[in-house]
């Protein structure tokens, strides 16, 4: 009888229910674990997009790129101050202990090898929330933030991450980033999520567990990460458990487990007896038992526990940790889950000692007696209706009770897991309702919140469970939605005067459970729209701006589709003077004017932008350009019609100049449409205003230096070190008697310095070129005097109708009164000369006892007249008379008249462009003085001697 009862089933069964009530043990806490700390904390740090989008609006609005994090610190700076807002919103939407943001760069200039910016908060009591930020630590970041956000400085508090640890370990939570930065991300940067224990370099003396998550921005850069931790007691208060702290032969932990392993990391573990029965292990090793899902493990002072776990499902199949298992473990003393049955089977072998038959008779009605209270339970558990609480009647017998007890706390647990999602969504006050399909109960789990999002008659209850075909048929109120990622939709609502945007995120669980938040994104939806128009359009004239232009304009460009287009630019001609004259605003009304003629062109499909202040765009498509070039015509027709009234008597005319290119026949790509556009109109605007020239490539192939040398003759004129070439002049006995100073500007699109001129007198810049030519070419001479021979002179070019700056001389005397008077002021006949101008120079240099040379005599402007008028002391004869004079008696004839008139009046004659001995020879017979030209040595950026042969030949020459 003591071993049927002992073996036989009624033992057997009981046995097996202490079992699985420890098996529901686990399955509870993971149940509890799953919900509240995988799709609540860690889905709250997966699907934060805001702090991805603004570090792009920070690149975007900086024009720098994903790359210039890892070296700008400034840009770092203003990431970090930007994304504050939406750091703090996170913390407080999540149940975790902090949120953290790393870069992968620098957080000052100052900052040491292996230091990184970021940002980590930490909210010291996550159970209320404080509008003053008083219940939040600054861990780490600038201080400045602790100013701005009065957020209280942690007592470890750092301005940035240490990472030149060597202790790999202590980063495992910036793994995400150095594992995904060698690839491009796009969509979901779930996969690359890292879930560990919180490590020292995020919080000193912390236990918990920590996620990661690669930061993304643009078109799937890598450039940081962002992630959260959750500290162990804000575990233990979402697992609520009280056998923790009342029952010394339970212990519940959180475990790391290597697939396919018999050993176990706890991480984090619940229960008094721990540390006094495998305190010293870090690794706890177990063996199979005849139950499949439970294990055995011996601790130190060799008692047995039964050991059950469940994975939760923190990695995807994809992820790189998927060999890593996250477990709850329940361990149990086997000791005491074999009391109960140990109890009974002493009953009964006293029962047998007294005697045999009324023992038999005693145990029948004993277990009869026992087992229909078990019974009623199980009858009790089974009828009970989902999502309720259980209530079970006492049996008055104290281990069942006991049991009954235990069930109930459970019960209430699950019933109140479900209750707190709609408390926290009521309290927090955000539009948010949830759903869960059950598909083991074939039920669907609802919010209220649900229903009022939807629009649908609310309910009472906090939450409701449906029918998945009622449940089906309630969703269909959202129509087709736009799908934002894998598991994310956003639904557009019409609602009566308005418009409703909810954005739907499903998650599919390990065990078939579906959960499904749906959220209000009306607010966010419309900041969007409201910041993208910003982003795109200008705030004057609401007319697209630069990138908006662009991007529409390439995207028409790539299409496929068009068949022609012409590329218009248009610039006021009359703008500067409206400011000038009656106020900038006036000159925003004359703007706003010529924007809306343009708009008509939007009429006519055309992407229309303003460009700049003045400056005008427009990309207009049609079937030829005969068609294109009409619209236009009548467009100008229109414009011309249309006045300012700027006061009571006068309406000043809309006037502006414009330039076209055509597609596809002139250019393909934007780039060049828009270069060519801008040269047109360039051409245009300092030719006759207020006309259309169409690009010319020719024109463009000759003059194309005045559009793209603009920023290069700017670079030129704030430069003070421009190179010369010198050209010796020669004496008539051989010696050297100056050398003339030949500006040599390195510019790419400047080809000489005829080019530069042309320029800066288009862009009205000549005063300014003059005063580069005399400051360089006197710092030239400063630089090598040493090699230049004793009492030689300089020639520096001057421009005849532009002035030298009177500050600009003082500072040149100042600087250089000793070579000023070795200087020779070489008139540029180019141009006609301004007396006053040329008279203030040549006084100057007068002054400081220099020279005057007039420069190309006999081919510019009024050579006589600057001859009779000004004091000239040298004067350079022309090299068209001079080169082939020996050949032609005219030239020597009319030379010899010049150099006759000079020697009369003590001026020197210099023979400009000798290339041949025979010129040489015949202007040493006419009775020049001076030479200068191929023959007797070119340019040179370095000061070289004359050949002697020339030298010679040249002493030869004068003595005949």
């Keep these: 009888m003591m071993v049927f009862l002992s073996n036989g089933m009624v033992a057997r069964s009981l046995y097996t229910n202490e079992i699985n009530f420890i098996e529901k043990d686990v399955q509870n806490s993971e149940l509890l674990l799953e919900r509240e700390m995988v799709q609540h904390w860690l889905n709250d740090i997966r699907t934060s997009t805001t702090v991805q989008k603004k570090i792009q609006s920070v690149l975007d609005e900086q024009a720098k790129k994903p790359e210039d994090i890892q070296s700008d610190w400034a840009l770092n700076a203003a990431i970090l101050d930007s994304i504050m807002p939406d750091v703090l919103d996170l913390l407080h939407r999540s149940y975790g202990n902090s949120i953290y943001v790393i870069l992968n760069g620098p957080a000052s200039g100052q900052s040491r090898q292996g230091h990184k910016a970021g940002v980590a908060v930490m909210d010291t ?28 400085l942690a007592g470890e508090w750092q301005m940035d991450y240490d990472m030149s640890m060597d202790a790999s370990d202590a980063y495992r939570f910036y793994n995400p980033f150095s594992i995904a930065k060698g690839t491009r991300v796009l969509g979901s940067t779930d996969r690359y999520g890292y879930f560990g224990e919180i490590s020292s370099a995020l919080q000193e003396d912390t236990a918990g567990v920590c996620y990661s998550i690669p930061l993304v921005v643009g078109d799937g850069a890598v450039i940081g990460i962002l992630g959260g931790t959750m500290t162990k007691g804000q575990i233990y208060a979402l697992l609520k458990n009280e056998l ?70 923190i990695y995807g199949s994809d992820s790189p940790y998927v060999s890593t298992e996250w477990q709850t473990v329940v361990l149990r003393r086997q000791s005491v889950m074999e009391s109960f049955y140990q109890k009974l089977l002493n009953g009964l072998l006293w029962g047998c000692a007294f005697t045999l038959l009324p023992g038999i008779l005693f145990a029948l009605l004993y277990g009869e007696y026992f087992t229909r209270p078990i019974r009623r339970l199980i009858g009790q558990l089974r009828s009970a209706e989902s999502g309720s609480r259980i209530r079970l009647q006492r049996t008055w017998i104290s281990e069942l009770d006991e049991l009954s007890r235990a069930i109930e706390i459970l019960s209430a647990d699950v019933v109140e897991s479900a209750l707190r999602i709609s408390r926290i ?48 048929k309630m969703m269909q109120v959202l129509g087709n939605g736009i799908r934002e990622s894998e598991d994310v939709s956003l639904y557009q609502i019409s609602r009566e005067h308005s418009i409703q945007y909810l954005r739907l995120k499903i998650v599919k669980a390990g065990n078939g459970n579906q959960t499904g938040v749906l959220l209000d994104a009306t607010e966010e939806v419309e900041k969007q729209q ?64 010529f924007a809306d003629q343009l708009k008509r062109l939007s009429s006519l499909g055309a992407v229309v932008e303003r460009h700049s202040g003045d400056e005008f765009m427009a990309f207009l498509c049609g079937d030829s350009e005969e068609q294109i070039r009409e619209e236009i015509r009548q467009f100008f027709c229109s414009v011309r019609g249309v006045s300012l009234k700027v006061d009571e008597d006068y309406e000043l005319p809309l006037r502006a100049s414009a330039g076209v290119t055509w597609y596809p026949r002139q250019a393909r790509d934007f780039a060049s449409l828009t270069r060519y556009a801008d040269f047109a109109m360039y051409m245009a605007k300092h030719s006759t205003k207020g006309v259309l020239q169409e690009f010319d490539f020719s024109s463009y192939q000759k003059n194309s230096y005045l559009l793209s040398g603009r920023e290069e003759l700017n670079q030129l004129l704030e430069r003070d070190d421009v190179p010369f070439a010198v050209q010796p002049i020669l004496s008539r006995n051989g010696s050297i008697f100056g050398y003339e100073a030949l500006m040599r500007p390195n510019s790419k699109n400047l080809k000489n310095i005829q080019e530069v001129l042309t320029l800066a007198k288009r862009q009205a810049k000549l005063p300014q070129f003059e005063r580069l ?6 710092k030239w001479f400063r630089d090598h005097e040493a090699e230049l021979p004793a009492g030689s002179r300089l020639f520096v070019n001057s421009i005849a109708n532009t002035s030298l700056a009177p500050e600009c001389l003082e500072e040149l005397i100042r600087l250089y009164p000793d070579l000023l008077k070795r ?34 005599f006999g081919s510019g402007y009024s050579s006589e007249e600057s001859l009779l008028n000004l004091n000239i002391n040298i004067v350079k004869l022309d090299m068209e008379l001079v080169q082939g004079i020996d050949e032609n008696p005219d030239k020597q004839e009319l030379a010899a008249n010049l150099i006759h008139y000079c020697k009369e009046r003590g001026i020197l004659v210099l023979a400009e462009g000798v290339e041949r001995i025979e010129e040489l020879h015949t202007m040493l017979m006419l009775g020049a003085d001076l030479f200068q030209g191929y023959y007797l040595g070119r340019p040179e950026l370095e000061i070289r001697p004359v050949n002697p042969y020339v030298v010679e030949k040249l002493r030869v020459l004068s003595q005949k």
């Excluded at 229960?271 to 010293?280: H, L």
């Excluded at 068009?562 to 001609?573: F, K, P, Y």
């Excluded at 030519?773 to 006197?778: E, G, L, N, S």
């Design 530 to 593: 409201r910041l993208e128009r910003e982003r795109d359009y200008d705030q004057l004239t609401d007319l697209y701006n630069r990138g908006a232009f662009r991007r529409s304009t390439e995207a028409l460009l790539g299409s496929g589709k068009l068949s022609c287009a012409a590329l218009i630019m248009w610039d006021l001609d009359n703008l500067k003077y409206v400011n000038d004259t009656y106020g900038h605003e006036m000159g925003d009304r004359y703007i706003r004017l």
């Design 244 to 313: 923790f702290h009342s029952d010394a032969d339970t212990i519940q932990m959180i475990a790391r487990r290597e697939s396919g392993s018999y050993s176990l990391t706890p991480v984090l573990t619940y229960g008094s007896a721990y540390n006094r029965c495998f305190g010293k292990r870090e690794k706890l090793s177990f063996m199979d038992t005849e139950w499949q899902d439970i294990k055995k493990i011996i601790d130190e002072n060799g008692d047995s526990w039964y050991l059950t776990s469940m994975k939760l499902p």
């Design 125 to 152: 009591d996550s159970s209320s929330f404080a509008a003053d930020n008083s219940d939040l630590l600054l861990l780490k970041g600038a201080a400045s933030i602790s100013s701005d956000y009065k957020i209280p």
């Design 823 to 856: 200087v020779v002021l070489e008139v540029t006949e180019g141009e006609e000369i301004n007396s006053s101008d040329m008279g203030f120079k040549t006084r100057a240099v007068e002054r400081t006892g220099g020279m005057v040379a007039l420069d190309d």
């Design 773 to 778: 030519t005399w400051v360089c070419a006197m």
């Design 425 to 472: 969504l009521d309290a927090s006050g955000l539009p948010i309702g949830v759903f869960e399909y059950l598909p083991d109960q074939k039920k669907v789990f609802c919010s209220r919140s649900l229903f009022e999002l939807l629009g649908i008659q609310e309910t009472d209850e906090d939450y409701t469970y449906l029918e998945p075909e009622g449940f089906a």
